[in-house]
T-cell receptor, first 115, second 110 residues
């Protein structure tokens, strides 16, 4: 089945530790995205990538880093510089049509908590 | 600044009691208005895309409509399994990412 796989489902971070969230898709989509969701808030964009080896910061990129070495994979690292990392993290993918209006398909999410 | 605003924040309906959810947007040059359903602890599931004023789309008990400034998600004779958070989104200036509203949390009781 085609889709987006995020792992792990739950993740715990100790203070000062970097953690990496995995996102893999087999939809053959060029564009991939990372969003953060907090209770009572909409989804906020962290980073997005339109093509391999290229990515752009979203609205809340500080304290996060990404890489896009393969079309299928877009891992997100939550660094120790992110002081409030507790949230639900969602990965999405879409085709990369420049006229916009591209349907984004989401993974099941990773819930990150601080120990 | 592009904005997407949803109302109400929460809605409680009895089974069979029809209602509508609202999504207003201030995006210039709209290139699609998206509706998603999100169940607790899961990722959003795509429902509809609307591109032009007057457009309507239906799926089971849900019907989405679009005007020049807002979209409505009409729920006809809802069932308890329709309980979820419904999210509305519009493309950002980049054309790729989506600006999401905060969602409407719908609870349908038997």
């Amino acid at each position: 089945d085609g889709g987006i796989t995020q792992s792990p489902k739950y993740l715990f971070r100790k203070e000062g530790q970097n953690v990496t969230l995995s996102c893999e898709q087999n939809l053959n989509h060029d564009a991939m995205y990372w969003y953060r969701q907090d209770p009572g808030q909409g989804l906020r964009l962290i980073y997005y990538s339109q093509i391999v080896n290229d990515f752009q910061k979203g609205d809340i990129a500080e304290g996060y880093s990404v890489s896009r070495e393969k079309k299928e994979s877009f891992p997100l690292t939550v660094t120790s510089a992110q002081k409030n990392p507790t949230a639900f993290y969602l990965c999405a993918s879409s085709i990369a049509r420049t006229s916009g209006g591209n349907i984004q398909y989401f993974g099941a999410g990773t819930r990150l908590s601080v120990l | 600044e592009d904005q997407v605003t949803q109302s109400p924040e929460a809605l409680r309906l009895q089974e069979g009691e029809s209602s509508s959810l609202n999504c207003s947007y201030t995006v210039s040059g709209l290139r699609g208005l998206f509706w998603y359903r999100q169940d607790p602890g899961k990722g959003p599931e795509f429902l509809f895309t609307l591109y032009s004023a007057g457009e309507e789309k239906e799926k089971e008990r849900l019907k989405a409509t679009l005007t020049k400034k807002e979209s409505f998600l009409h729920i006809t004779a809802p069932k308890p399994e329709d309980s979820a958070t419904y999210l509305c989104a519009a493309p950002s200036n980049s054309g790729y990412a989506l600006n999401f509203g905060k969602g409407t949390s719908l609870l349908v009781t038997p």
